[in-house]
């Protein structure tokens, strides 16, 4: 049983390992202009609404990092009372774990105390991030959508290598 663990952790090792070696692919767009008189308005219509829609994902984005330092910064100041208490309980009974004063025992108490520190709260500024990831990518389906439905113009989608390709 023992070495089937093994095996199992040994091959999803290599796996892993492996995966990171494959091909990495890009999908490109070429906007192929459409044919109707009123296109290049329509098609610089779109764009604006584009440029908008980034503009106000940006601002979002901020607002989004503004609010996360703030509520970081509110909810540490609420917990450093708290925190003063729970420090000393835990303090206390790490005293009481290690009362002898040998070598062994210090360090453990020091250790012990250690893990007493108060944890940080930290709002992810990762989610800011993926809001404006989505927020971006909402905006640009939008203007494909405006460019290709609205406008009549065609979209056309190639995916190509741009990472250890296989060369033939």
């Known amino acids: 049983m023992k070495l089937i663990k093994q ?11 492996l995966s990171g070696c494959g091909p990495q692919y890009r999908t490109t767009k070429d906007y192929i202009r459409g044919t109707g008189p009123k296109f290049s308005a329509c098609a610089l219509q779109c764009q604006k609404n584009l440029t908008d829609q980034q503009y106000k994902c940006n601002q979002l984005y901020q607002e989004c990092l503004k609010t996360a330092t703030l ?40 250790r012990c105390k250690d893990n ?22 909402s905006a640009d389906q939008q203007y494909d959508r405006c460019y290709q439905y609205i406008c009549g113009g065609k979209i056309k989608y190639q995916t190509v290598c ?4 296989e060369q033939s």
Request: positive net charge.
């Open 162 to 165: 741009v990472a250890n390709c």
């Open 7 to 17: 095996f199992t952790m040994i091959g999803m090792i290599f796996g892993t390992l």
């Open 116 to 137: 007493c520190s108060p944890r940080s709260i930290t709002i992810a500024r990762d989610d800011c991030g993926r809001q404006l990831k989505g927020c971006k990518y």
């Open 71 to 110: 509520t970081d910064l509110t909810l540490n100041i609420a917990r450093l009372s708290i925190d003063k208490e729970v420090l000393k309980e835990c303090h206390l009974n790490c005293q009481i774990k290690y009362p002898d004063d040998t070598f062994h025992n210090r360090y453990s108490l020091e």
